[in-house]
Protein backbone atom coordinates (compact mmCIF):
# COMPACT_ATOMS: atom_id res chain seq x y z
CA UNK A 1 0.00 0.00 0.00
CA UNK A 2 0.99 3.27 -0.75
CA UNK A 3 1.73 5.59 2.65
CA UNK A 4 0.75 8.89 3.28
CA UNK A 5 2.69 11.03 5.62
CA UNK A 6 1.60 14.52 6.54
CA UNK A 7 3.18 17.29 8.32
CA UNK A 8 2.51 19.10 10.68
CA UNK A 9 0.75 17.19 12.88
CA UNK A 10 -1.11 20.81 14.10
CA UNK A 11 -0.83 24.10 13.50
CA UNK A 12 -2.18 27.17 15.12
CA UNK A 13 -2.72 30.46 12.33
CA UNK A 14 -4.26 33.52 13.02
CA UNK A 15 -7.21 34.58 11.24
CA UNK A 16 -6.74 35.99 8.23
CA UNK A 17 -3.20 34.43 8.13
CA UNK A 18 -2.45 31.64 5.44
CA UNK A 19 -2.20 28.13 6.59
CA UNK A 20 0.21 25.81 4.47
CA UNK A 21 -0.36 21.24 5.00
CA UNK A 22 2.31 19.23 3.39
CA UNK A 23 1.64 15.40 2.39
CA UNK A 24 4.29 13.21 1.01
CA UNK A 25 3.39 9.80 -0.53
CA UNK A 26 6.25 6.92 -0.05
CA UNK A 27 5.45 6.57 -4.15
CA UNK A 28 4.41 8.51 -7.19
CA UNK A 29 0.63 8.68 -7.49
CA UNK A 30 1.14 10.84 -11.48
CA UNK A 31 -0.42 8.65 -13.65
CA UNK A 32 1.76 9.61 -16.92
CA UNK A 33 -0.23 8.64 -19.72
CA UNK A 34 -2.58 11.27 -18.64
CA UNK A 35 -0.53 13.51 -16.66
CA UNK A 36 -2.79 13.40 -13.54
CA UNK A 37 -1.95 13.40 -9.55
CA UNK A 38 -4.11 10.55 -7.75
CA UNK A 39 -4.58 12.84 -5.13
CA UNK A 40 -7.09 13.88 -2.62
CA UNK A 41 -7.66 16.52 0.15
CA UNK A 42 -10.44 16.22 3.34
CA UNK A 43 -12.13 18.22 5.57
CA UNK A 44 -13.15 17.00 8.95
CA UNK A 45 -14.95 19.11 11.47
CA UNK A 46 -15.97 17.48 15.14
CA UNK A 47 -18.42 14.80 14.77
CA UNK A 48 -18.78 15.35 11.00
CA UNK A 49 -17.39 13.09 8.40
CA UNK A 50 -14.88 14.17 5.92
CA UNK A 51 -15.88 16.27 3.26
CA UNK A 52 -14.25 16.08 -0.38
CA UNK A 53 -12.07 19.50 -0.74
CA UNK A 54 -10.09 18.71 -3.68
CA UNK A 55 -8.90 15.76 -5.77
CA UNK A 56 -6.61 15.55 -9.14
CA UNK A 57 -4.80 17.50 -6.61
CA UNK A 58 -5.48 20.87 -7.34
CA UNK A 59 -9.40 20.97 -8.21
CA UNK A 60 -11.59 22.41 -6.00
CA UNK A 61 -14.62 20.64 -5.46
CA UNK A 62 -17.60 22.90 -6.43
CA UNK A 63 -18.91 25.27 -3.48
CA UNK A 64 -15.59 24.97 -1.85
CA UNK A 65 -14.25 28.75 -0.90
CA UNK A 66 -11.12 29.20 -3.69
CA UNK A 67 -9.17 30.05 -0.27
CA UNK A 68 -8.15 26.44 -0.61
CA UNK A 69 -5.96 25.24 -3.31
CA UNK A 70 -4.01 22.54 -3.84
CA UNK A 71 -0.65 22.19 -5.65
CA UNK A 72 2.38 19.57 -5.98
CA UNK A 73 2.61 16.72 -8.08
CA UNK A 74 4.26 12.97 -7.72
CA UNK A 75 5.34 12.47 -4.32
CA UNK A 76 4.89 15.80 -2.75
CA UNK A 77 1.85 18.36 -2.34
CA UNK A 78 0.42 21.16 -0.20
CA UNK A 79 -2.85 22.14 1.03
CA UNK A 80 -2.69 26.19 1.46
CA UNK A 81 -5.48 28.36 3.17
CA UNK A 82 -4.67 31.87 2.02
CA UNK A 83 -6.24 33.43 5.12
CA UNK A 84 -7.41 31.31 7.43
CA UNK A 85 -11.31 31.98 8.69
CA UNK A 86 -13.01 30.44 11.66
CA UNK A 87 -14.91 28.38 9.86
CA UNK A 88 -11.60 26.50 8.39
CA UNK A 89 -11.14 25.24 11.69
CA UNK A 90 -10.87 21.20 11.28
CA UNK A 91 -8.91 18.17 10.89
CA UNK A 92 -7.41 18.15 6.83
CA UNK A 93 -6.50 14.84 5.23
CA UNK A 94 -4.89 14.14 2.47
CA UNK A 95 -5.43 10.43 0.37
CA UNK A 96 -4.08 8.58 -2.85
CA UNK A 97 -6.17 6.95 -5.08
CA UNK A 98 -3.83 6.19 -7.28
CA UNK A 99 -3.44 2.53 -5.94
CA UNK A 100 -7.20 0.74 -5.29
CA UNK A 101 -8.59 -0.64 -3.74
CA UNK A 102 -7.06 0.80 -0.37
CA UNK A 103 -7.09 4.25 -1.05
CA UNK A 104 -4.89 5.41 1.97
CA UNK A 105 -4.78 8.38 4.16
CA UNK A 106 -2.87 10.56 5.93
CA UNK A 107 -2.48 11.10 9.69
CA UNK A 108 -4.48 14.30 9.33
CA UNK A 109 -3.53 17.77 10.22
CA UNK A 110 -5.66 19.94 12.81
CA UNK A 111 -5.88 23.57 12.21
CA UNK A 112 -6.67 25.83 14.90
CA UNK A 113 -7.06 29.63 15.81
CA UNK A 114 -3.73 31.34 16.92
CA UNK B 1 -28.13 14.00 -4.83
CA UNK B 2 -26.87 11.08 -2.73
CA UNK B 3 -27.10 10.33 0.71
CA UNK B 4 -26.00 7.57 2.31
CA UNK B 5 -27.84 6.80 5.58
CA UNK B 6 -25.80 4.44 8.37
CA UNK B 7 -27.65 2.08 11.00
CA UNK B 8 -27.49 3.35 14.96
CA UNK B 9 -24.73 3.49 17.10
CA UNK B 10 -24.32 0.08 18.78
CA UNK B 11 -22.65 -1.60 22.35
CA UNK B 12 -20.62 -4.65 21.52
CA UNK B 13 -19.10 -7.05 23.91
CA UNK B 14 -15.54 -8.36 23.43
CA UNK B 15 -15.38 -11.45 20.97
CA UNK B 16 -18.75 -10.75 19.47
CA UNK B 17 -19.41 -9.50 16.09
CA UNK B 18 -21.14 -6.48 14.67
CA UNK B 19 -23.05 -5.26 11.24
CA UNK B 20 -23.40 -2.22 9.97
CA UNK B 21 -25.60 -1.09 7.46
CA UNK B 22 -25.05 1.89 4.79
CA UNK B 23 -28.48 2.58 2.71
CA UNK B 24 -27.93 4.70 -0.33
CA UNK B 25 -30.39 6.60 -2.26
CA UNK B 26 -30.43 9.46 -4.74
CA UNK B 27 -28.08 7.78 -7.76
CA UNK B 28 -27.28 4.67 -8.99
CA UNK B 29 -26.00 2.13 -6.43
CA UNK B 30 -24.88 -0.84 -8.34
CA UNK B 31 -21.71 0.46 -10.57
CA UNK B 32 -20.08 2.68 -7.79
CA UNK B 33 -17.46 1.60 -5.44
CA UNK B 34 -18.76 1.70 -1.60
CA UNK B 35 -16.06 1.45 1.03
CA UNK B 36 -15.45 1.17 4.91
CA UNK B 37 -13.33 3.89 6.61
CA UNK B 38 -13.41 3.78 10.44
CA UNK B 39 -11.87 5.76 13.07
CA UNK B 40 -10.95 5.14 16.65
CA UNK B 41 -11.45 8.19 19.07
CA UNK B 42 -9.02 10.51 18.29
CA UNK B 43 -7.42 8.98 15.93
CA UNK B 44 -7.46 9.29 11.53
CA UNK B 45 -8.82 7.20 9.16
CA UNK B 46 -8.20 3.57 8.35
CA UNK B 47 -9.75 2.23 5.21
CA UNK B 48 -10.97 -1.45 5.70
CA UNK B 49 -12.31 -2.83 2.57
CA UNK B 50 -14.81 -2.08 -0.39
CA UNK B 51 -17.42 -3.83 -3.05
CA UNK B 52 -18.68 -2.74 -6.24
CA UNK B 53 -22.15 -3.76 -5.73
CA UNK B 54 -22.86 -5.17 -9.16
CA UNK B 55 -19.78 -7.37 -9.20
CA UNK B 56 -20.06 -8.58 -5.32
CA UNK B 57 -16.59 -9.19 -4.60
CA UNK B 58 -15.31 -7.78 -1.79
CA UNK B 59 -11.67 -6.35 -1.16
CA UNK B 60 -10.27 -6.38 2.24
CA UNK B 61 -7.11 -4.50 4.08
CA UNK B 62 -5.06 -7.31 5.14
CA UNK B 63 -5.13 -5.98 8.92
CA UNK B 64 -8.69 -7.01 9.08
CA UNK B 65 -8.77 -10.16 6.69
CA UNK B 66 -10.71 -13.28 8.53
CA UNK B 67 -12.57 -11.03 10.17
CA UNK B 68 -14.42 -8.48 8.01
CA UNK B 69 -17.25 -9.42 5.91
CA UNK B 70 -18.77 -6.67 3.32
CA UNK B 71 -21.46 -7.37 1.03
CA UNK B 72 -24.07 -5.17 -1.23
CA UNK B 73 -27.97 -5.89 -1.83
CA UNK B 74 -28.74 -4.26 -4.73
CA UNK B 75 -32.45 -5.05 -4.15
CA UNK B 76 -32.24 -2.61 -1.30
CA UNK B 77 -29.00 -0.61 -2.20
CA UNK B 78 -27.84 -1.08 0.90
CA UNK B 79 -23.93 -2.07 1.92
CA UNK B 80 -22.95 -3.87 5.22
CA UNK B 81 -20.50 -4.17 7.07
CA UNK B 82 -19.78 -7.33 9.64
CA UNK B 83 -16.94 -7.66 12.03
CA UNK B 84 -16.24 -10.32 14.34
CA UNK B 85 -14.40 -10.97 17.11
CA UNK B 86 -14.55 -7.78 18.44
CA UNK B 87 -12.18 -6.25 20.79
CA UNK B 88 -11.85 -2.88 23.12
CA UNK B 89 -9.08 -1.50 19.99
CA UNK B 90 -12.39 -1.82 17.52
CA UNK B 91 -14.20 0.97 19.53
CA UNK B 92 -14.48 3.44 16.73
CA UNK B 93 -17.26 5.25 14.07
CA UNK B 94 -17.25 3.08 11.30
CA UNK B 95 -18.23 5.42 8.04
CA UNK B 96 -19.60 4.21 4.29
CA UNK B 97 -18.23 5.96 1.69
CA UNK B 98 -19.06 6.28 -2.26
CA UNK B 99 -16.50 6.71 -5.01
CA UNK B 100 -17.53 7.79 -8.27
CA UNK B 101 -15.38 4.69 -10.03
CA UNK B 102 -12.87 2.88 -8.87
CA UNK B 103 -10.11 5.85 -9.30
CA UNK B 104 -11.89 8.48 -7.70
CA UNK B 105 -11.82 9.66 -4.49
CA UNK B 106 -14.73 9.48 -2.13
CA UNK B 107 -17.38 12.04 -2.88
CA UNK B 108 -19.96 11.09 -0.33
CA UNK B 109 -19.98 9.81 3.10
CA UNK B 110 -22.32 8.55 6.12
CA UNK B 111 -23.21 9.97 9.08
CA UNK B 112 -21.07 7.56 10.73
CA UNK B 113 -21.85 4.66 13.42
CA UNK B 114 -20.20 4.44 16.38
CA UNK B 115 -19.56 1.25 17.37
CA UNK B 116 -18.02 0.97 20.88
CA UNK B 117 -16.73 -2.41 22.57
CA UNK B 118 -16.71 -3.16 26.21
CA UNK B 119 -16.85 -5.78 28.55
Known amino acids: DIVMTQSPDSLAVSLGERATINCKSSQSVLYSSNNKNYLAWYQQKPGQPPKLLIY???TRVSGVPDRFSGSGSGTDFTLTISSLQAEDVAVYYC??????????FGGGTKVEIK | QVQLVQSGADVKKPGSSVKVSCKASGGTFSTFPISWVRQAPGQGLEWMGG????????NYAQKFQGRVTISADESTTTAYLELSSLRSEDTAVYYCARSSGTYSPYDFWGQGTLVTVSS
Open chain 1, 56 to 58: WAS
Open chain 1, 95 to 104: QQYYSTPALT
Open chain 2, 51 to 58: VIPAFGSP
